[in-house]
């Protein structure tokens, strides 16, 4: 069974960091393109990172540019948000997602994706 698992999340204060991990089971990640989508309560689904296949070119939202960090660690089939730098409007549910592409190019279009976790909360507040 295909699965993705994320972990990292919880309660921090602004300025703090976390790290978050997407471990994938029943396949490996490395011709896979991911992303890592959040979504705050009562708002839609926001693309944050992606990063194409092996490793490639990545991708940051604005929001996010400068703060986030999006690695992949294929020997370990895991793949990583480091988010530093939080603030209040960080808080959200966060996913990953997965593709397989075997393109060198991110996608960054939620309906591309195969492959979804099962969200770890993000909480920042003081």
């Known amino acids: 069974q295909l699965q993705l698992v994320e972990s990292g999340g919880g309660l921090v204060q602004p300025g703090g960091s976390l790290r978050l991990s997407c471990a994938a089971s029943?396949?490996?990640?490395?011709?896979?393109?991911i992303g890592w989508f959040r979504q705050a309560p009562g708002k839609e689904r926001e693309g944050v990172s992606y990063?194409?296949?092996?490793?490639?070119?990545?991708y940051y939202a604005d929001s996010v540019k400068g703060r986030f960090t999006i690695s992949r660690d294929n020997a370990k089939n895991t793949v990583y948000l480091q988010m530093n730098s939080l603030k209040p409007e960080d808080t959200a549910v966060y996913y990953c997602a997965a593709k397989e592409n075997y393109s060198s190019s991110y996608l960054i279009y939620s309906y591309e994706y195969d492959y979804w976790g099962q969200g770890t909360q993000v909480t920042v507040s003081s």
């Open positions: 029943g396949f490996t990640l490395d011709y896979y393109a």
């Open positions: 990063i194409s296949s092996l490793v490639g070119p990545t």
